[in-house]
């Protein structure tokens, strides 16, 4: 069973600092990992899909990397701003169960 | 091109009622997702459709189920309702085909309060 882990759970900084947001799984056999943001009471949205042969994704101030040896993504946001400010959830499909499994999500917060 | 729709956005229900909740998925995706998100438990998989075929399915009890359209839509029904049940029921839709995994974009969700 795929299991995904997000640390830290909460992350504060202020406006203009870079995030690095740490995800890790534990069946590195898996089609892709997609990373999803989500504001408050509402639904999540698509912010980057890698596949599992690729190594990293870039849009705009978003970069992920993924690292299936090592069961490991990682979410850069460059220059952040307080519009950023939301949790942060990856989730891996896997092959073994062929579903999305989730994270807990970071939680950031961004200071003017 | 819409996105995902859930409708209602949200339900008041009381212990032992039924419920049915609607997701219309973007246009051309065949492949409906459904997720259970609570603040103790996370983000949980309940079920998929395919092409008017449950593919997959998460560990809940058989009181949750679904159905799929021809036209690609989704419903998903939770019979006997539980005060556990209280939870944010998000709905993805996917190209779906089946020999890979593609993107899956997420609907506003269905917030439901069982009392």
């Known amino acids: 069973k795929q299991e995904v882990t997000q640390i830290p759970a909460a992350l504060s900084v202020p406006e203009g600092e870079n995030l690095v947001l740490n995800c890790s799984f534990t069946d590195s056999a898996i089609y892709n990992l997609q990373w999803f943001r989500q504001d408050p009471g509402k639904g999540l949205t698509s912010l980057l899909l890698i596949q599992s042969s690729q190594r990293e994704q870039t849009s705009g101030r978003l970069n992920a990397s993924l690292d299936k040896s090592s069961g490991r993504s990682t979410l850069y946001i460059a220059a952040s701003q307080p519009g950023d400010s939301a949790t942060y959830l990856c989730?891996?499909?896997?092959?073994?169960?062929?579903?999305?499994?989730f994270g807990a999500g970071t939680t950031v917060t961004v200071r003017a | 091109k819409a996105g995902v729709t859930q409708t209602p956005r949200y339900l008041i229900k009381t212990r032992g009622q039924q419920v049915t909740l609607s997701c219309s998925p973007i246009s051309g995706h065949r492949s409906v997702s459904w997720y259970q998100q609570t603040p103790g438990q996370g983000l949980q998989f309940l079920f998929e459709y395919f092409s008017e075929t449950q593919r997959n399915k998460g560990n809940f009890p058989g009181r949750f189920s679904g159905r799929q359209f021809s036209n690609s839509r989704s419903e998903m029904n939770v019979s006997t309702l539980e005060l556990g049940d209280s939870a944010l029921y998000l709905c993805?839709?996917?190209?779906?085909?089946?020999?890979?995994?593609?993107?899956?974009?997420f609907g506003p969700g269905t917030r439901l309060t069982v009392l």
């Open positions: 989730a891996a499909f896997a092959l073994n169960d062929y579903k999305l499994s």
């Open positions: 993805a839709s996917s190209l779906g085909t089946s020999s890979s995994y593609n993107e899956q974009f």
